[in-house]
């Protein structure tokens, strides 16, 4: 999302449903905290015990994050993962995380999904494609001229 003026920068922010978790304005199911991080139950989960892990900071999403911040975020997801899965005795964890309307954003406020699996739950991940030939080495070459 691009703003073009402060104001409504300032005004998303203010709407924003995690920062007013975040603010305790909205509850939550939370199940860890500190000074950086939140993470909380999702009240919409593809599996019991789905969990959101967020910077208390708003920022929209990875491409937005501080490096410090997202280092400490993935501390605090595979501490969160580590408890989900011995927490409800899961077979497996997905972490997940949608940047972007089209890859699936609908709160635009950086946040990873920590989604316990178990056998047979019917979770799907969509169907594969295969690269035609010499597709793979330029899709690479492309991705490595933008580091």
């Given amino acids: ?15 924003c449903i995690f920062c007013k978790i975040v603010k305790g ?14 993470a909380f139950l999702d009240i919409h989960p593809k599996n019991q015990g789905q969990t959101l892990v967020i910077p208390k900071e708003h920022s929209e999403n990875i491409y937005a994050l501080s490096d410090e911040i997202m280092a400490r975020l993935s501390l605090v997801v595979k501490k969160v993962a580590v408890a989900v899965k011995n927490g409800l005795n899961a077979d497996g964890i997905n972490i997940l995380m949608n940047n972007e309307e089209t890859a699936g954003q609908i709160i635009f406020h950086t946040h990873i999904h920590v989604v316990p699996r178990f056998r ?5 991940h969509g169907p594969h494609i295969e690269y035609k030939p010499g597709e793979a080495e330029i899709v690479a070459e492309k991705i490595k001229s933008s580091l």
């Fill in 120 to 124: 047979n739950d019917n979770f799907d």
């Fill in 1 to 15: 999302m691009i703003f073009t003026h402060l104001s409504d920068r300032l005004l998303f922010m203010e709407n």
């Fill in 25 to 38: 304005e909205i509850p939550s199911f939370k199940v860890y905290e500190d000074e950086h991080s939140l």
